[in-house]
């Protein structure tokens, strides 16, 4: 009975720290605190060890985080690349010290104490001095060869003062301005900041373009050398002086202790120094000076035992939780952000904080009125971690997440069952227009690539454009005024603008971005409908009776077609003379084994429309006239492909014959 219950713990504490592997490791975006993270854990490894009958070799205790990447080559460590266990509090790292001198029946034990640098861990090896390989620590088995981008940071030397064949271990991590600099990049470019330095780092490392990597100024400390012994070395502390005197970058804040007082006055030191240092670690790492003991201490699946991450205490403050109110970001999706009595953390002063989600809230039952804990994720974004509720009055107000959105005061639900984030569903929610624009003008949609991300935003916030059917009335006066574009840009837009009104209906129906439909769905529905207005007044028995098209797709396309600003869009997409027809007829093997090559402008349709329309019919579209070509199509001012179809003989149409074929 109790044992079923110890069972279902067990189970739901390693769902638990899975998922957060995941946020963690993958998306790189953590919704608890490390030290969070770290209790579920202990209780975890408590629990295993107290009934291992319930142990398993897939417990997350027995693996190190973190995985492999794809794009990489995958090459075996020379000996595994093990994580650390580790702990907060004075008590445990004495009783560390007491087991250590109890296996290694000695009375004092030195230690090497240095800091934990906040980054990702890397194997590098040198052969006679050179620069050999560099692998990330992967699964601890195994890691990703990474060597181009360990190459560009500028701290790692391609060669030791010494022609050593040494692999040495280290951290790569991003300085605290830098990490500061690339989050407001990011912003500006529209994407989600880094949480902290380490996913930072990590993001920067797993690139696959080492140029990129070369721009953001990663650094690193040395602190492992593989078989020490081969060079005469006995202890950690000779280790350190010895990766110095091979040109390698070592932190110069270690320090040697005789006994564990002088480490915890250490570790208390460093909670001093731990903002002003220009990077982050988050602990002091304690390692047995002695290499001899190594082995005597041996390690566990996932950490050595003669060594110990001794963490340092999250920075937090307590403060209460005035209000809740709701973000609407580009996407549409509606985050809460609690709003705060100022308090300062940090040395700044915090007044709105992250409250991830609405499943966040419910979890860690947050209420209007709570007195809270907050902490800086990674020094930078502040978020809510826990409520104080012994400090509870009564009066608290549970959170509601919002009915209507708080832009645009259109319906908010989830887009599927799966989704953790309530969005805005209004197609033409002002707070979408961005995104959606980036959509429009996308090579799936209109295609005009002049106007990139930046000069959308430009465009919204300058109210030049209000909804996307007015990127087809921008005049030279309103390109003009948007700084930073030239004469010969105004005119390379406009010209594009232009071509974009003669866009096949499949991809102006994915430029209006009704929810739920893709290029797939949009193809399928210009098969089945003549135009637009034909799609508009489309019932839902007749939608649902499209193969491709289910009762969802459908409905979303009715909700979208029923809302008045779309009558107005597809109105002023009308008058502005953008192609609302389709031109697709239906599928055939007319032109079945036929090889078109098109040269010239034709006057009814875009060169992709002609190309998908013999496809349609079974045909081939290739770029060169050959002596397999069977017809050249020839538009306005035709190229050299016509002479040359001329010398071999090639069958050549017009615009008029070539819709005759197809319709014939
Ligand atoms: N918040 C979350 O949701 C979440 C999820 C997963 C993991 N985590 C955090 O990540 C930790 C697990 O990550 P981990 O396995 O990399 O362990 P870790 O970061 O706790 O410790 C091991 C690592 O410390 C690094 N290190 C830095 N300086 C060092 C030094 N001087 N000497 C030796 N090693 C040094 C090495 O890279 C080594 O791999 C957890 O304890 C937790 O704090 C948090
Ligand atoms: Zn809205």
């Known amino acids: 009975m109790d044992k079923e219950k110890i069972k279902k713990e067990i189970e739901e504490l390693r769902r638990k720290i899975e998922y957060h592997n995941y946020r963690y490791y993958v998306l790189a975006d953590p919704v608890i605190s490390d030290e969070e993270y770290d209790k579920l854990m202990k209780r975890l490894t408590e629990l295993e060890k107290k009934y291992p009958e319930f142990m398993s070799p897939n417990s997350p205790t027995q693996k190190v985080g973190g995985g492999l990447i794809s794009g990489f080559r995958t090459l075996p460590h020379s000996i595994p690349m093990l994580s650390l266990d580790n702990t907060y509090n ?15 029946n000695v009375p004092e034990v030195e230690y090497v104490c240095e800091l934990k640098i906040d980054g990702v861990s890397v194997a590098i090896r040198y052969e006679e ?8 620590r992967g699964n601890g088995i195994e890691g990703d060869d990474i060597s181009e981008n360990v190459k560009k940071i500028k701290s790692i030397p391609l060669r030791l003062f010494k022609p050593l064949t040494i692999e040495v271990r280290g ?3 991003m300085p605290v301005d830098e990490f500061k600099r690339y989050n407001i990049q990011r912003e500006e470019e529209g994407l989600q900041p880094f949480a902290n330095p380490r996913n930072a780092t990590a993001g920067t490392l797993r690139q696959l373009d080492s140029s990129i990597v070369a721009k953001r100024k990663l650094d690193s400390f040395i602190y492992y050398i ?10 950690q502390w000779e280790a350190l002086k010895f990766l110095k005197e091979l040109g390698l970058k070592v932190n110069p804040l270690s320090k040697l202790c005789n006994n564990i007082e002088c480490v915890i006055e250490y570790w208390k030191e460093m909670i001093q120094q731990r903002t002003k240092l220009g990077y982050w670690a988050d602990g002091v790492v304690v390692k047995v000076n002695n290499f001899d003991y190594y082995k005597v201490l041996g390690e566990t699946a996932k950490a050595p035992r003669w060594a110990i991450a001794f963490k340092f205490p999250a920075i937090k403050a307590k403060t209460k939780l005035l209000n809740v109110e709701f973000n609407v970001g580009r996407t549409g999706t509606i985050t809460p952000v609690a709003i705060l009595e100022p308090v300062t953390l940090e040395g700044t002063i915090v007044k709105r904080a992250s409250l ?3 499943d966040y809230i419910k979890e860690k039952d947050i209420k209007i009125g709570d007195f809270v804990y907050i902490e800086k994720a990674g020094g930078i974004i502040p978020q809510v971690i826990s409520v104080i509720k012994e400090l509870r009055t009564g009066n608290e107000k549970e959170v509601q997440p919002p009915k209507k959105c708080p832009v645009c ?3 908010v639900g989830k887009l599927s069952e799966m989704e953790v984030a309530l969005r805005c569903l209004n197609p033409h929610c002002p707070q979408k227009l961005k995104r959606h624009l980036e959509i429009f003008v996308s090579r799936s949609a209109f295609d005009i690539s002049g106007i990139g991300e930046k000069l959308v935003d430009k465009f919204v916030d300058a109210k030049i454009i209000n909804d996307i059917a007015d990127i087809f009335y921008l005049t030279p006066f309103d390109l003009a005024q948007i700084s930073g574009v030239g004469q010969k840009t105004i005119a390379n837009i406009l010209k594009q603008i232009e071509k974009a009104k003669k866009t096949p209906l499949h991809k102006v129906i994915v430029g209006l971005g009704i929810p739920m439909v893709g290029e797939k769905t949009a193809k399928i529905l210009t098969e089945h409908f003549k135009n637009i207005d034909d799609l508009a007044n489309a019932t839902y028995e007749k939608l649902t009776s499209i193969d491709g098209i289910g009762p969802e797709v459908a409905k979303s396309i009715i909700d ?9 869009i ?5 008058k502005a003379g953008i192609n609302l027809e389709s031109k697709v007829v239906k599928k055939g093997n007319k032109l079945k084994n036929l090889t078109f090559v098109i040269t010239g402008t034709l006057k009814k349709y875009t060169r992709e429309e002609a190309k998908e329309l013999i496809e349609q019919l079974g045909g081939k579209v290739t770029n060169s006239v050959t002596s397999k070509t069977d017809y050249l199509i020839v538009g306005e001012k035709p190229g050299s492909k016509l002479d040359k179809a001329r010398q071999l003989g090639i069958k050549i149409l017009n615009e008029e014959e070539f819709e005759k074929l197809i319709n014939s």
Request: aromatic residues 12%; positive net charge; glycine residues 8%.
């Open 560 to 568: 979208y077609f029923q809302n008045e600003k779309t009558k107005e």
């Open 129 to 136: 001095g050179k620069f050999a390989l560099a692998l990330s």
């Open 570 to 574: 597809i109105k002023k997409l009308k």
């Open 90 to 104: 004075e008590e445990e790292i004495k009783e560390f010290d007491r087991r250590v001198k109890k296996l290694l």
């Open 171 to 173: 951290e790569i991590f």
């Open 356 to 358: 991830h989600n609405f």
């Open 226 to 235: 593989v078989e020490p012994e081969k060079y005469g070395l006995k202890t």
């Open 409 to 411: 005061g259109g319906p």
